[in-house]
């Protein structure tokens, strides 16, 4: 079996060295020729929009995927008409945008951080009056590892908050006000479905970051609260069957706390 990856970083490498021991040939496509899983499996090198390199990639594939959510959807569209593709194009262009997915998780009973979409200074100002402050301030779309993002913490942070990301959104300025909460660890409920529908969990990690990027994750040993767990696993399994998911999602979470007892979980981001 030959499978293809949009996209040559770490995840590919990895995809492509687990592939190996399931005797799954792993194919990567990269805008870089230096992209490190050409270490470990072919790759294949070419522009995004270069429809005779993305021909390269997906020749002889049984099926196509992609390691992160930033592959731009012409990309994985174009091999979605040619080559059975997954996870669904739906999940990869929410996951794109932040109001797109804070709407979707939403619609799937799993409530995100408060949030308010802002598209211009006076938008930002009333949003921080409804949210209140410390918040984060974040571009929709093309943000990660802590970029595409600015803290606030007093009102005299707006201009300087509105000013760098609104310059770096382009012409059509689209930010979303995140407020804050106040949580005891995040972690991610890891889901996988197949084509025949079902579904199954693995066990919670709980994740740690530096700088805004994830160093490690480990076992979550038991939820906070189980009921919440439950919860969020439902909700997970119902927005992956609402798209015809096939393959695994990570929903991230936060973990709030109150009293020293366990909280809800709330809702972040699909990855």
């Known amino acids: 079996m030959i499978v293809g990856a949009l996209g040559g970083g770490q995840l590919g490498r990895m995809l492509a060295l687990a592939g190996h021991r399931l005797g799954v040939q792993v194919r990567c496509f990269d805008p870089d020729a230096e992209a490190c899983a050409g270490q470990v499996t072919e790759l294949v090198v070419g522009d995004y929009h270069d429809t005779a390199a993305l021909g390269r990639l997906i020749a002889g594939c049984d099926a196509v995927t992609y390691e992160f959510e930033n592959v731009p959807i012409e990309a994985a569209a ?15 262009a929410a996951a794109q945008d932040r109001m797109e997915e804070k709407a979707l998780l939403r619609a799937h009973g799993l409530e995100p951080v408060p949030h308010m979409l802002v598209e211009s200074e006076l938008q930002l100002r009333e949003a921080v009056e409804t949210i209140g402050l410390p918040a984060v301030l974040k571009t929709c779309r093309g943000g990660y590892d802590g970029k595409g993002q600015v803290v606030l913490r ?46 199954r969990h693995y066990d919670p990690v709980c994740n740690e970051h530096e700088g805004g990027i994830l160093v490690r994750s480990r076992p979550a040993g038991e939820a906070a609260d189980p009921a919440s767990l439950d919860r969020a696993r439902a909700g997970v399994a119902s927005l992956m069957a609402g798209l015809g998911y096939v393959g695994v999602l990570a929903v991230e979470f936060f973990e709030t706390a109150s009293g020293g007892e366990g909280g809800e979980l709330v809702a972040n981001e699909m990855a």
Do not use: M, Y
């Open 78 to 92: 174009w091999c979605a008409e040619r080559v059975e593709t997954h996870p669904a194009i739906a999940a990869l």
């Open 154 to 199: 007093k009102a005299a942070d707006i201009p300087t908050a509105w000013a760098e990301l609104s310059s770096a959104a382009g012409a059509q300025v689209r930010l979303v006000l995140e407020g804050f909460i106040a949580f005891s660890r995040e972690i991610s409920l890891l889901t996988v479905r197949g084509k025949d529908g079902q579904v």
